[in-house]
């Protein structure tokens, strides 16, 4: 058993998948908080419907944002920090705590990067015209969707797919393997 804190940004259906694989017994794992940098985060419902704490972000200022953030955090056990549709850097002092992970919808290096994000992604690879596209998860460094890769699924273009579709397959495919990646943390323990 280890405790995961989940940052997101967004709907943060990513976060229920891992409160649902917790609560499905499928996971050996808690999650002592969510963290949002936005107050209307829909996450944040998700996260208190599953009676867990949450924390919206104050400061604005990245360097400010960093000690707050080590500040709130230094009040819980942590194993393990996932980024689930979270859209902000994350500050030196994190990094240097903490193992983070993020989940990306795209092939990283492609289609990564300020600005990659959610349906962007998406619209980004039909435009291209590409054949795949897939999920990265990867671990967090000081620049956006650099840190080496952990694993990687590819997803099929298909013919006439808009970016909705493609996007509800990928985040499907993110889905299945974040919860994989989490499983066998709880396994084999937490590497940096
Ligand atoms: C997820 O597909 C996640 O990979 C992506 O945003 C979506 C969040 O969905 N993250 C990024 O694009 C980060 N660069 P959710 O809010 O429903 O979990």
Redesign the pocket.
């Known amino acids: 058993m280890y405790n995961v804190v989940v940052f997101?940004?967004?709907?943060?259906?990513?976060?229920?998948s891992i409160i649902d694989a917790i609560q499905e017994k499928k996971l050996e794992a808690n999650i002592p908080l969510v963290v949002s940098n936005n107050p209307n985060?829909?996450?944040l419902e998700r996260a208190k419907k599953a009676n867990i704490p949450i924390y919206v972000i104050k400061e604005k200022d990245a360097k400010k944002m960093d000690f707050e953030l080590c500040e709130v955090l230094s009040k819980y056990e942590i194993d393990l920090i996932v980024?689930?549709?979270?859209?902000k850097l994350i500050g030196k002092q994190l990094l240097d705590k903490y193992t983070i992970i993020?989940?990306?919808?795209s092939l990283l290096p492609k289609y990564?990067g300020k600005g990659?994000?959610?349906m962007?992604?998406h619209k980004a690879v039909i435009n291209a015209k590409e054949e795949y596209s897939g999920?990265t998860l990867h671990y967090v460094t000081s620049e956006?969707?650099r840190g080496p890769t952990i694993m990687q699924t590819r997803v099929k273009v298909l013919p006439n797919d808009t970016a909705e579709d493609l996007?509800s397959r990928?985040?499907h495919a993110?889905k299945i393997q974040l919860v994989e990646l989490l499983k066998s943390f709880s396994k084999h323990g937490i590497l940096k």
């Open positions: 997101a940004s967004g709907n943060g259906s990513t976060l229920q985060a829909f996450a980024l689930a549709g979270y859209l993020n989940t990306h919808p990564g990659m994000y959610g962007n992604v999920v956006y969707d996007a990928v985040q993110e």
